[in-house]
């Protein structure tokens, strides 16, 4: 699974403005179909108020966050498995993402054209979920033919195509009736057999619903009918208003919190986005600190403390002695980095220590 969230939805939802206040790197958006092609990508910044509280007890020169990867992929229309409106080419970039973001339209706006020509978000969201499972139905319709000619050759392919082909053939069954592998409840060895279909339909999903001003608050119909589907397929459904979005993205920090305050929200909609896209990729964050530098690394959670050395440089894995652990709600419950290694806080981990969330670490090693 790539360690990135994709954009999708149907063109003219929103998916680039959204994009844009994420990244303060402007995609192409436009009042029509089909305006952004080739993907956009953003390395986006996650909150994460454990460094805010890091820097003020280790002061520092240089402040670095955790980061997320986002990608802004083209409008998806009906007939998209198919070939409509560039469909496959947007399809395969669908394919290399972690986690789907589905922007779906709720906002009534008649100078933003709909491609359906009226707002629904339960017809919207199905368009997009009937070609994602053709799309994966394809895939596993020539993945089932492959393996019942290996079948018939017998030797080890015989007996990989005898363990899979149940699965597959469960999976066919779901796929056609719109139900996608992730509603499955596939254990982990099942999905690790699956790999190497990169099945859309089995990645992890979020709903943003795109509002307007007026519906900041509390929502409104449409959100609802999401929120609703959301909890049916057990996926997150948020808030958030693009157009607000956009015009905070180019505030000052200061200027963004009394913006914030001012609509009655206590924190963007994007920052929850981030979080959530950064949690449901299953992603960790340990911190480095020095007088030179206080930054913050991503990690694949259960990360062992040579492979998370290694998100520094190589060498730190190649030669990696130990490390020096502490959790960050240690230094902020004593109050110094001196004061955890008087309590005992401070330990030595070696080569099979998991790293945990919240880890402060120096990494020991001899190249």
Same mark, same amino acid.
């Given at each position: 699974m790539g360690l990135n969230c994709g954009i999708v939805g149907l063109p003219n939802v929103g998916k680039s +403005? &959204? *994009? $844009?206040a994420l990244s303060n790197a402007p995609a192409e958006a436009a009042n029509?179909? *089909?305006? +952004? &092609?080739?993907p956009n990508i953003g390395i986006v910044s996650v909150p994460d108020e454990r460094l805010d509280k890091i820097v003020k007890l280790i002061p520092t020169e240089k402040v670095i966050p955790a980061t997320v990867e986002f990608v802004d992929i083209?409008? !998806?229309v009906k007939g998209a498995s198919k070939g409509e409106g560039l469909g496959n080419r947007f399809l395969a970039s669908i394919r290399e993402v972690g986690v789907l973001v589905h922007v779906v339209r709720c906002f009534e706006n008649p100078d933003i054209i709909h491609v359906s020509d009226s707002v629904d978000p339960a017809r919207d969201i199905e368009i997009i979920n009937i070609e994602l499972a053709l799309a994966d139905l394809e895939t596993v319709e020539k993945r089932i033919e492959r393996y019942e000619r290996f079948g018939r050759l017998g030797g080890e392919m015989a007996k990989e195509a005898k363990t899979l082909l149940p699965l597959l053939t469960k999976i066919k069954e779901a796929l056609s009736n719109n139900i996608a592998a992730?509603?499955?409840n596939l254990d982990e060895d099942e999905k690790n057999s699956l790999h190497d279909l990169h099945l859309i339909t089995l990645k992890p999903l979020i709903y943003v619903c795109n509002i307007d001003e007026e519906a900041i608050a509390n929502g409104n119909d449409y959100t609802k009918i999401v929120a609703d589907i959301a909890k049916k397929e057990g996926a997150e459904a948020l808030n958030v208003c693009g157009k607000i979005e956009a015009e905070i993205a !180019? !505030? $000052?920090?200061?200027e963004q919190k009394e913006f914030l305050e001012a609509v009655g929200l206590k924190e963007s909609g994007l920052v929850q986005l981030i979080r959530s896209g950064y949690k449901t990729l299953n992603l960790s964050t340990f911190f480095t600190v020095g007088s030179d530098e206080d930054r913050a690394w991503t990690i694949k959670s259960g990360t062992k403390a040579p492979q998370a050395a290694r998100t520094i440089h190589t060498d730190f894995e190649?030669? *990696?002695i130990r490390a020096e652990v502490y959790h960050c709600d240690h230094l902020f419950e004593y109050g110094s980095?001196? #004061?955890v290694r008087e309590?005992? #806080?401070?330990? !030595?981990?070696? #080569?099979?220590?998991?790293v945990r969330d919240g880890d402060i670490i120096r990494f020991r090693f001899n190249v």
């Amino acid at each position: 699974m790539g360690l990135n969230c994709g954009i999708v939805g149907l063109p003219n939802v929103g998916k680039s +403005t &959204i *994009f $844009s206040a994420l990244s303060n790197a402007p995609a192409e958006a436009a009042n029509y179909p *089909f305006c +952004t &092609i080739n993907p956009n990508i953003g390395i986006v910044s996650v909150p994460d108020e454990r460094l805010d509280k890091i820097v003020k007890l280790i002061p520092t020169e240089k402040v670095i966050p955790a980061t997320v990867e986002f990608v802004d992929i083209a409008g !998806l229309v009906k007939g998209a498995s198919k070939g409509e409106g560039l469909g496959n080419r947007f399809l395969a970039s669908i394919r290399e993402v972690g986690v789907l973001v589905h922007v779906v339209r709720c906002f009534e706006n008649p100078d933003i054209i709909h491609v359906s020509d009226s707002v629904d978000p339960a017809r919207d969201i199905e368009i997009i979920n009937i070609e994602l499972a053709l799309a994966d139905l394809e895939t596993v319709e020539k993945r089932i033919e492959r393996y019942e000619r290996f079948g018939r050759l017998g030797g080890e392919m015989a007996k990989e195509a005898k363990t899979l082909l149940p699965l597959l053939t469960k999976i066919k069954e779901a796929l056609s009736n719109n139900i996608a592998a992730r509603n499955l409840n596939l254990d982990e060895d099942e999905k690790n057999s699956l790999h190497d279909l990169h099945l859309i339909t089995l990645k992890p999903l979020i709903y943003v619903c795109n509002i307007d001003e007026e519906a900041i608050a509390n929502g409104n119909d449409y959100t609802k009918i999401v929120a609703d589907i959301a909890k049916k397929e057990g996926a997150e459904a948020l808030n958030v208003c693009g157009k607000i979005e956009a015009e905070i993205a !180019l !505030l $000052s920090s200061d200027e963004q919190k009394e913006f914030l305050e001012a609509v009655g929200l206590k924190e963007s909609g994007l920052v929850q986005l981030i979080r959530s896209g950064y949690k449901t990729l299953n992603l960790s964050t340990f911190f480095t600190v020095g007088s030179d530098e206080d930054r913050a690394w991503t990690i694949k959670s259960g990360t062992k403390a040579p492979q998370a050395a290694r998100t520094i440089h190589t060498d730190f894995e190649k030669g *990696f002695i130990r490390a020096e652990v502490y959790h960050c709600d240690h230094l902020f419950e004593y109050g110094s980095e001196q #004061k955890v290694r008087e309590v005992g #806080k401070l330990r !030595l981990e070696g #080569k099979e220590y998991v790293v945990r969330d919240g880890d402060i670490i120096r990494f020991r090693f001899n190249v």
